[in-house]
């Protein structure tokens, strides 16, 4: 007596997630026995051609030339991008930040004297020794910024 080999149906809550996995599982077991695609509808022959794709090896290796190629890929991108306009996008992010900074302006003039008294309660006094240390960490902040501005300053000078 044979035994039933194939995997039992999972259950499914939906019918229709039913009857594409039975269409994709009777694509492969007619792919894995090599039956005429004939009898089969649209959706069983991609299945069968995907089936048939996943059970061919990857290759080995890498092209030859796999660097140049991802060198050349990379080296194009920034020449793309310059090229769809950045000067726009640019400009609708400083009107977008000068019209959050006016409806800042907005709300804490109108508002400001509700609740500025609790945040001048929550910073520390001038002598606190929590102060020099966030001017401490303010002047890093400041000081890197400058040293990347500079940086790429001066790498753009010498291209």
Do not use: K
């Amino acid at each position: 007596m044979n035994q039933h080999i194939d995997d039992p149906i999972p259950p499914f809550d939906d019918p229709a997630h039913e009857r594409e996995w039975l269409v994709q599982e009777r694509a492969m077991r007619r792919e894995r026995l090599q039956l005429d695609p004939a009898g089969d509808d649209a959706r069983g022959r991609r299945y069968r051609l995907l089936a048939r794709a996943l059970r061919e090896p990857l290759p080995d290796a890498l092209p030859a030339d796999f660097a140049q190629q991802l060198a050349r890929c990379v080296a194009a991108v920034p020449t793309r991008r310059a090229a769809s306009g950045t000067a726009f996008e640019f400009a609708l992010t400083l009107a977008l930040a000068a019209a959050l900074a006016v409806a800042a302006g907005v709300v804490v003039a109108m508002y400001g004297s509700a609740w500025l008294p609790s945040f001048v309660t929550i910073l520390p006094t001038p002598h606190a020794p929590t102060t020099r240390w966030l001017l401490a960490l303010a002047g890093c902040l400041g000081a890197s910024w400058l040293l990347g501005q500079w940086q790429r300053h001066a790498q753009e000078r010498a291209n």
